[in-house]
């Protein structure tokens, strides 16, 4: 099974920033988009971003659309993502996440999880 | 952005029982939608991906339908660990987006 390791969460005031890491094992990373994805209870599971296979291309949802910016860095089989001006809102649990099956078919592997937490 | 909503956003079932829950995209998707189960504590579990394919290792009381704008999730003979919040999710456009969740409850 493919393992994946989020670290970098933590507490961090409003406005501050934050860079969270995924390591990927156990599989060949750079055959595969990576993605970020966060959950909270009230709001639920949330798409934040994603990088193609050699970093080239990146997707994001609109809510952190220039203020998180997600990379990759193939040698070291990670992923990552910065997060500045970061917002209450942004609480949460985030995830990394692949789809070995290919891009269109559903993440079916997923760390297991890294919690942010914005507050003064 | 496609928007996804999940209707109902909350049931009640019984162990033994069948739900449906549906998903409907604001736009045409084709069959580019997949279903999470969500437990509290533990990552998302990927069940359906294009529609209606069976993710390897999830039981066959998981079932998937739909294209275009209208989706449903069956669960055939609910299982204890079945309790849990379910989620759709499109891949047709470049930026994805979930439904907003439905909680399935004793």
């Known amino acids: 099974d493919v393992q994946l390791v989020e670290s970098g969460g933590g507490l961090v005031q409003p406005g501050g920033s934050l860079r969270l890491s995924c390591v990927v094992s156990?599989?060949?990373?750079?055959?595969?988009?990576m993605n970020w994805v966060r959950h909270t209870p009230g709001r639920g599971l949330e798409w934040l971003a994603n990088?193609?296979?050699?970093?080239?291309?990146?997707f994001y949802a609109n809510s952190v659309r220039g203020r998180f910016t997600i990379s990759r860095d193939n040698t070291r089989n990670s992923v990552f993502l910065h997060m500045t001006n970061l917002r209450v809102e942004d609480t949460a649990v985030y995830y990394c996440?692949?789809?070995?099956?290919?891009?269109?078919?559903?993440?079916?592997?997923w760390g297991q999880g890294t919690t942010v937490i914005v507050s003064s | 952005d496609i928007q996804m909503t999940q209707s109902p956003s909350s049931l009640s079932a019984s162990v033994g029982g069948r739900v449906s829950i549906t998903c409907r995209a604001s736009q045409p998707i084709g069959t580019y939608l997949s279903w999470y189960q969500v437990k509290p504590q533990k990552a998302p579990r990927l069940l359906i991906f294009a529609g209606s394919r069976l993710q390897s290792g999830v039981p066959a009381r998981f079932s998937g339908s739909g294209s275009g704008t209208d989706f449903t999730l069956t669960i055939r003979n609910l299982q204890p660990e079945d309790f849990a919040t379910y989620y759709c999710q499109q891949s047709y456009s470049t930026s994805w987006t979930f439904g907003q969740g439905t909680n399935v409850a004793i």
């Open positions: 990088i193609g296979q050699d970093g080239s291309e990146t």
């Open positions: 996440a692949l789809g070995s099956a290919g891009y269109y078919y559903g993440m079916d592997d």
């Open positions: 156990k599989y060949t990373f750079s055959n595969y988009w």
